[in-house]
Each structure stands twice: as structure tokens, then as C-alpha cells.
């Protein structure tokens, strides 16, 4: 049981590249969330999805792209990436409205 | 809308000291409240939760009880070790069908020998 998976690890781009990030759950989590995390910002929610086939906007989502196109993943997409995009990326699942469970991160560097 | 306020650090303590976190929070309806932890080059773990009034949340030694009348859950240690060193976010989802956890901004804690 991995919990959530992300990849990659790290990245760095160069401003106007695409890239996306996957996330992977193994413990048929219906809700799964993607969150940014910046210095003294704490974490905010870019988008979300609420089941397969499902995407919806969070706090901080213009610049990004979401699919959920099977329950256990739930893809990241940057189509023109901007510095201010650097940040850590967090993807989380959870049961419905219960516990957030998190991945480990993943660096993302746009120069 | 949803908010929440947690101490600024970062909190510096010796191994063994007392440790207090303070968190307070604004929500609508009858949140549910967390204590995540953050360790070093990891995602963010589950310390512990709470989900009504006067329920004592508690893992690994920490603690934080559910306070509505002062709308606060602070998280307290009695003795820290040196492996406690992280960062401590504070967080609240207002319940029912929302789906959405609200953050505190994050409080470093560093224990040193």
C-alpha cells in the first residue's frame, strides 16, 4: 500500500515549456486534490476533483490544466510555465469529506 | 469565509521543553480541526484531529483540544525530542459536503540537544 504517489520529484523548466505532474492513489480515495505550497503561504488548493471524470477550480488555479480520467490519478498540466510557478506541488486524496492523505511533493523550478 | 491563525515562528526549544503551538480559526458551521506535520524534504503527515467541541485530539505525545468557545485548538507537547523538529500546520474543514481543508500559514519548530 504506497498511499499517494507523485512524479516527478523535481523539475525545472524554462519559462513558456508544458509539463505535467502525476499523481497516483491506492486506496480508492473517491475526492483528490492539488495544492501549491510557497514560503509563509501555507498551502493552497489549485484545483480538486470529486470523482472519475470530475474537475473543479480551488483558490489559485488560473495557469493550470486538471484530468481525472481514472479514479486512482489525477494529472497536473502547466501549459506555458511562468516563474511564478516555482513552488512545491502537493497532491492529497481523501474519502469523500474525510482525512486529506498526502504525497510527498514535487519541486517544480521555471526559470 | 474560512480562516486560519497560527503562531509565527519560528520556535526555537531545547530537547525536553514544553511545547505550545497556538492556533485559532473562523468557520462557518461546526469545522472539524487537524494538526498536519511537515518534516524535513516530506508531504505533509496527519499529527492528529478533532472533530466537536471538547474532543482531545493526541498522537506521538502531542495534544490539542477543541475549544469553541475561544475557537482555538492549540497543539502542546509536553517534552519534545530532537526527531520533533518540523513544521506544524494547523488546518479546519467546515464540514458537510465541503470538501475544502483550510491551512494555517505553518509554525517551524527546531529542537535542538
Known amino acids: 500500500n504506497a498511499g499517494v504517489t507523485q512524479t516527478p520529484k523535481f523539475r525545472v523548466l524554462k519559462t513558456g515549456q508544458s509539463m505535467t505532474l502525476l499523481c497516483a492513489q491506492d486506496m480508492n480515495h473517491e475526492y483528490m486534490y492539488w495544492y501549491r505550497q510557497d514560503p509563509g503561504m501555507g498551502l493552497r488548493l489549485i484545483h480538486y476533483?470529486?470523482?472519475?471524470?470530475?474537475?473543479a477550480k480551488g483558490e489559485v488555479p488560473d495557469g493550470y490544466n486538471v484530468s481525472r480520467l481514472k479514479k486512482q490519478n489525477f494529472l497536473l498540466g502547466l501549459e506555458s510555465a511562468a516563474p511564478s510557478q516555482t513552488s512545491v506541488y502537493f497532491c492529497?486524496?481523501?474519502?469523500?469529506?474525510?482525512?486529506?492523505?498526502f504525497g510527498p511533493g514535487t519541486r517544480l523550478t521555471v526559470l | 469565509g474560512d480562516s486560519v491563525t497560527q503562531m509565527e515562528g519560528p520556535v526555537t526549544l531545547s530537547e525536553e521543553a514544553c511545547l505550545t503551538i497556538?492556533?485559532?480559526?473562523?468557520?462557518?458551521?461546526?469545522?472539524?480541526l487537524f494538526w498536519y506535520v511537515q518534516y524535513p524534504g516530506e508531504g505533509l503527515q496527519l499529527l492528529l484531529k478533532a472533530t466537536k467541541a471538547d474532543d482531545k485530539g493526541s498522537n506521538k505525545g502531542f495534544e490539542a483540544t477543541y475549544r469553541k468557545e475561544t475557537t482555538s485548538f492549540h497543539l502542546e507537547k509536553g517534552s519534545v525530542q530532537v526527531s520533533d523538529s518540523a513544521v506544524y500546520f494547523c488546518a479546519l474543514n467546515s464540514g458537510g459536503s465541503n470538501y475544502k481543508l483550510t491551512f494555517g500559514k505553518g509554525t517551524l519548530l527546531t529542537v535542538n540537544p
Open positions: 492529497a486524496s481523501s474519502r469523500f469529506t474525510d482525512t486529506q492523505y
Open positions: 497556538n492556533c485559532t480559526y473562523t468557520a462557518t458551521g461546526y469545522p472539524s
Open positions: 476533483s470529486v470523482g472519475e471524470g470530475t474537475t
